[in-house]
């Protein structure tokens, strides 16, 4: 539903911050405009010389009983509007596991998209409609912010380390991205557009796009990385060094040798390609080279996204999508 | 007792000595509020890295030479002795013996300073000075680097104050044993006193953070 | 005894005249005089911070950005925001007013540390000058909230120097706050019980206490990315695996509780004019008491609502929405009991009360818009958009602003022993009102429509609100202009105001105006209750005086 004044509800969760708003607007405006309309009054009937009936003032027991009154029921207004808030919220920021998975690279002053199948895009993204897209994002210097006013979504993107988001959009069209945290100088030029198709269309632009035949998807360009910088030397069967195997190794508890226990998830297989010696495995020596200053973040993302799609249930050559 | 500093003011507000105490020392207290939770933004800190980096913490504490903290704590805890010593003779109104403690409390805060910089020198030769040439093979060299970098700077803010407090003493000193009648305005030598122990007790903190850091 | 104005005079010997030099001035002790060197200095930054906005706005009704480059206006809101928060809004009303009327209200000759007061102005003149140097040397281009790692690592301005502008600052506040501290509880005079302060006295108490407690915070956060920024040690920086989500942890921890330093005196200030302008006292005054320790109490433990998207943990998002909604209820609570003190009052309608009722109306839409903030979902959407630029501006300027300007008016013939032309005072006030209101309201809606803050340029379809909001200024600033002329003017040549021109039962009032240097001859013995208008507390009937009973 698309109401004047707003941006358009295009995305699944966009119509539930909407209500939250406008209800929050209609409460708001009626308090409001009851807190000016008693003022008005009592200043026109209680103005100075006015006849008014000054006498019976509540007693002080009317008087506090009256405070309470009105400490209690905003306060349990309050409580409802964070309860239905707060549950919108997780929703918005629980990315859901089925998603189209996205990275995004944030730099003063662009945003540098790159899909599972290798397509690269600068300041723009095209998705396709009513799926669930979940976006892995960093930055390769300032914060950031992903900003997608239409979608009613937005978050910080940090360096040195991955956030996620997730939306469905529900409407094909194009949507302004903008970016939400100011970085320097081009901060109001970072803008760009999430262009939203149908099916047809987006399975259509991603045979399009890019000036070579195919594009190396994420995982295969993932697995040139793995092999030629010597990754597979160690980690697929080595019989001289003893390395984890990562084979079904992502988001598995991974116990460590300090004896804490730690997932895989994107940020723990980032530190472990730049910082191999912060988080050894319990059983293991720190003895992996460090790749900090060798790779660029499109590099650790490739091989992040190979590292993921080895998945021991799958097929091997089901294993070029995520 | 007559009511002392500003007593020629022409507003002088208080009603007599205790009163004019009670607010001097009332408002240190909260001037030492302030001074808790501008060192508490950098304790702060010194926990959050901790929990994240405890392993590389450790490493870099194997690098402190724990004696001398300990030595450090030591002269320290005497000077605060000292002070408190002069504080109360200064309010008994005995110059010589103020003057003696005062020396003496300004020698150890001088010792302390003096093997601190003996061991920030020590660090700097070691290459373990972030920001100038830091070098450090351990698991984590970039955590054990922010280990260093909240040494430096939290007994760095630890030392200024202790400058200052030197300064302090100095100045109060001179100007007693140059002019008796300074002593007959005791708040201020009470109000250094706070200061002094409030120093001393930052690096109570201090000491085991940054040198019971790794176990022996 | 009400005097007739033939009989009111200007006293012989009073705070103004008693040392004429600039020596006495710059030299002085008294909380009057030194109220008087803030009011000048605070002036002053308010028209630099000003200009910038003025500019600002200019730029803005054009979304290709044609008259600066974007550099130039990063600054631009960067020196706006920090001249606005620091050097005008958190010194505003504590510093004028409340170094004026603090002693005065709880019957003290002055304050506790006078000369510790004096420093605090040099202290605050002192930063202020690293701060201008900064921007004449060039420019900071971080947004006042200096967010790592732009601030530390990548800016090409002198953060350094403006950080230390802020710190130095931050003693400022720190000093005023620890002497009204004292203050209060040490030099009330006899009989002025706690329950018997004016509620103006409880804000600046109120707000003292986060001077004291916040602000050290902010001071070793600056500290740290000056650090940080000179010598290249990481703190905040990633790649030496530190966090920038830390800085802005400890950056809210003082931030927060700053936006209450800057409401919370202004409230008082609105109590007082209220209940003045009803002639009767305040509705619920206790109350009132606990909801302001309330907001300095729960204010420090909001501060993430600010990092709602930041990346911090969904829970503790959660945890800061329901702080935010329980600090809610306080202000919520002065709002109705303002309102319920026009009950069965005596109302009139010169300029301060106008402009309290300014305050009322804009405070309430300035914090329902809270409420939208504080509701995590929404917040997403609006965060780091002109929705939050408004937010702020309506509790601000609609608010601590328009309290500021209503105290200086109120106050105005106890500090100058003259009065100000009312109707062009009437006119001025409102001009304001609608000014404010054509230039911010717009923002709201901007804002929900995505257009993001600290934005140069824009998409066009938010041209249109942008003009009319910028056509809001003239009115602003001729709502600024008129006072700064009538107010300069009168205090020469006004009506002389006498001791007690609103009939009004407070301390202040029972001393000339101006007062003399000493405030009082001989230190009031205080018996009754404040708001005192000579009624029954319960019934608001009339009491009899002595005199009437004895005659009886």
């Known amino acids: ?322 | 007792m007559p009511a002392e500093a500003g007593a020629e003011l022409p507003n002088f507000p208080f009603k007599d000595a205790g009163h004019q105490r009670e607010s001097a020392l009332f408002g240190m207290w909260i001037f030492l509020a302030t001074e808790v939770l501008f060192f508490g933004g950098m304790f702060m800190a010194y926990i959050v890295y901790r929990y994240l980096h405890g392993q590389a913490f450790q490493e870099a504490g194997a690098h402190q030479e724990w004696y001398l903290g300990f030595l450090n704590t030591a002269v320290l805890l005497t000077s605060g002795f000292t002070m408190a010593l002069a504080v109360d003779f200064a309010r008994q109104g005995q110059r010589n013996w103020l003057l003696v403690l005062f020396g003496v409390t300004w020698l150890l805060g001088a010792a302390f300073l003096g093997i601190e910089g003996y061991e920030y020198y020590d660090k700097f030769v070691q290459h373990l000075v972030p920001g100038t040439g830091f070098r450090f093979t351990g698991s984590d060299p970039s955590a054990s680097e922010m280990f260093f970098v909240l040494y430096f700077t939290m007994t760095g803010l630890h030392m200024f104050h202790m400058f200052v407090g030197l300064m302090l003493i100095l100045l109060f000193g001179g100007w007693s044993w140059v002019s008796p009648s300074f002593l007959l305005k005791p708040n201020r030598f009470e109000v250094l006193g706070l200061y002094w122990a409030f120093v001393d007790i930052v690096w109570v903190f201090l000491y085991p953070l940054f040198y019971l850091v790794h176990p022996r | 005894m009400t005097q007739t104005p033939e009989m009111h005079f200007i006293p012989r010997e009073n705070y103004l005249n008693q040392g004429k030099t600039l020596v006495s001035w710059l030299f002085t002790h008294d909380h009057k005089r030194i109220a008087l060197l803030y009011l000048i200095s605070i002036t002053f930054f308010f028209l630099i911070g000003s200009i910038a906005a003025v500019l600002m706005r200019i730029e803005l009704t054009n979304p290709h950005g044609e008259f600066f480059t974007s550099t130039t206006y990063n600054k631009l809101f960067t020196l706006h925001g920090v001249i606005m928060v620091w050097f005008f809004l958190i010194p505003s009303i504590p510093n004028v007013l409340g170094n004026f009327l603090l002693p005065i209200m709880i019957g003290a000759r002055d304050m506790a540390f006078p000369r510790l007061n004096l420093l605090s102005w040099y202290v605050f003149m002192f930063g202020g000058l690293f701060a201008l140097a900064s921007i004449i040397l060039g420019g900071v281009d971080t947004g006042w909230t200096f967010y790592t790692p732009y601030s530390s690592t990548y800016s090409n301005g002198w953060v350094i120097a403006m950080a230390v502008g802020i710190f130095i600052n931050g003693f400022s506040s720190i000093f005023t706050g620890l002497n009204f501290i004292v203050t209060v509880h040490k030099l009330r005079a006899p009989g002025m019980t706690w329950f018997r302060l004016p509620l103006f006295v409880w804000t600046l108490y109120s707000t003292s206490l986060i001077f004291v407690l916040a602000t050290p915070v902010l001071a070793i956060t600056l500290t740290l990315v000056a650090l940080e920024r000179g010598f290249g040690v990481g703190i905040f920086d990633p790649r030496i695996g530190g966090d920038p989500l830390l800085f802005q942890h400890l950056f809210w921890f003082y931030s927060h509780p700053a936006v209450y330093i800057m409401i919370l005196p202004a409230m008082g200030v609105i109590s007082e004019l209220i209940a003045a302008f009803s002639r009767k006292p305040i509705f619920g005054y206790d109350f009132i008491v606990y909801a302001s320790l309330g907001i300095a109490f729960l204010g420090f433990l909001v501060w993430g609502h600010h990092m709602f998207v930041s990346g911090q943990s969904i829970y503790a998002g959660m945890i800061f929405s329901l702080l935010s909604f329980f600090v809610a209820v306080p202000s919520a609570i002065k709002v109705f009991n303002w309102t319920a003190t026009l009950y069965k009052g005596h109302i009139s309608f010169e300029a301060p009360l106008l402009y309290a009722l300014s305050f009322i109306a804009l405070f309430t839409i300035g914090g329902m818009t809270g409420l939208m903030l504080a509701s995590l979902a929404v917040d997403v959407h609006v965060t780091q958009t002109y929705f939050i630029v408004a937010h702020f501006h309506y509790i601000m300027v609609g608010g601590a602003v328009m309290a500021y300007l209503g105290g200086i008016h109120y106050w105005f013939p106890k500090i100058s022993g003259r009065m100000y032309p009312e109707n062009l005072a009437r006119w001025a006030a409102v001009i304001l009102f609608v000014g404010f209101n054509l230039a911010f309201f717009p923002q709201f809606i901007l804002g929900y429509m995505g257009m993001p803050r600290r934005y140069h340029v824009y998409p066009e379809e938010f041209q249109f609100l942008n003009i009319v909001s910028t056509c809001g200024l003239p009115l602003l600033g001729l709502g600024y202009f008129l006072p700064l002329c009538y107010l300069g003017w009168s205090a020469l040549f006004g009506r002389i105001a006498g001791p007690n021109p609103w009939d009004a039962p407070g301390l202040e009032w029972q001393i000339p105006s101006p007062p003399p240097s000493e405030n009082f001859p001989c230190i009031p013995v205080v018996t009754r209750r404040p708001y005192d208008y000579g009624t029954n507390p319960d019934t608001h009937e009339p009491e009899e005086t002595e005199e009437e009973s004895h005659a009886r």
């Open chain 1, 1 to 322: 539903m698309n109401l004047p004044l707003l941006p358009y509800e295009s995305s699944s969760y966009a119509a539930s911050v909407d209500a939250i708003f406008l209800s929050l607007l209609l409460l708001c405006g009626a308090i409001t405009l009851a807190v000016f309309v008693v003022i008005i009054f009592f200043c026109i009937r209680y103005r100075r010389g006015s006849s008014a009936d000054r006498t019976h003032y509540p007693s002080h027991g009317e008087q506090v009983g009256i405070e309470f009154t009105w400490i209690i029921i905003p306060f349990v207004i309050f409580i409802g509007l964070f309860i239905w808030a707060g549950n919108v919220y997780y929703e918005m920021f629980s990315p859901p596991t089925d998603g189209l998975a996205i990275y995004v690279i944030g730099k003063q002053w662009m945003w540098k998209i790159e899909h599972p199948g290798g397509q690269r895009e600068i300041n723009q993204l095209h998705i396709p409609v009513n799926r669930n897209i979940v976006l892995t994002l960093t930055s390769q210097d300032v914060i950031h912010d992903f900003d997608v006013p239409a979608f009613r979504i937005k978050h910080d993107v940090l360096p040195g380390r991955y956030v996620r988001m997730w939306f469905k959009a529900t409407q094909t069209g194009t949507y302004h991205l903008f970016c939400g945290q100011y970085c320097g100088d081009f901060h109001s030029r970072m803008a760009g557009s999430i262009i939203v198709m149908s099916d047809l269309d987006y399975a259509a632009w991603l045979q399009g796009s890019g000036t070579q035949s195919a594009p190396e998807s994420l995982v295969a360009e993932g697995s040139r990385y793995f092999h030629s910088l010597g990754c597979s030397g160690c980690h697929e069967g080595s019989l001289v060094v003893h390395a984890p195997s990562l084979n079904g190794l992502y988001q598995q508890p991974v116990p460590l040798q300090s004896g804490q226990i730690v997932v895989a998830n994107d940020d723990y297989l980032r530190d472990s390609i730049l910082q191999p010696s912060k988080n050894v495995p319990a059983g293991y020596q720190p003895i992996m080279p460090s790749f900090q200053g060798l790779l660029s973040e499109e590099q650790i993302i490739a091989l992040i996204a190979y590292i993921k799609s080895q998945r021991n249930d799958l097929p091997p050559n089901s294993r070029d999508q995520p």
